[in-house]
């Protein structure tokens, strides 16, 4: 999938699945925050140039999971227009080789996890790929 230029080529990938109706987004490298915000903006607009494609599956192994900016700006700025943007909930698997109850631990992720779900932007993190789609399948 074309990514816009704001987006570095070695350091994420992006792929849309028509027959999932699901986004998979990878990061290839450890990314600034600028990098970092640049990716989301693009993961919006390919999920609403996908027919409001709200089933995201990101990999996000190779980039800080705790990094408190991007926590931040994530939760502060982004969630609110991500709920915004669509009519029905978001889901996004963030396949991050913690579990769930980890990424719920710290508490600014745990804050953005609520905010979400407050929002209609349901996150959920997971330690392996095939548990990431099982779940994203099982939301309507």
Do not use: K
């Not at 925050?33 to 709200?54: F, G, K, M, P, W």
């Not at 579990?99 to 209609?120: C, F, R």
Request: with cysteine.
């Amino acid at each position: 999938m074309l990514l816009p230029a704001t987006v570095p080529a070695d350091a994420f990938s992006l792929e849309y699945r028509p027959e999932q109706h699901l986004l998979i987004g990878r990061w290839l490298r450890p990314v600034t925050l600028a990098e970092a915000q640049a990716i989301y903006e693009a993961l919006l607009a390919a999920a609403l140039a996908h027919d409001n494609c709200r089933h995201w599956l990101l990999d996000i192994r190779r980039r800080a999971v705790g990094d408190a900016a991007l926590i931040h700006w994530f939760g502060e700025a982004f969630t609110p227009r991500l709920a915004a943007a669509f009519a029905s909930p978001v889901y996004i698997a963030y396949f991050a080789m913690i579990t769930h109850d980890e990424a719920a631990a710290n508490p600014s992720l745990d804050d953005n996890i609520q905010q979400g779900t407050i929002l209609g932007t349901h996150y959920h993190y997971f330690n392996q790929e095939g548990d990431c789609l099982a779940w994203l399948a099982h939301q309507l």
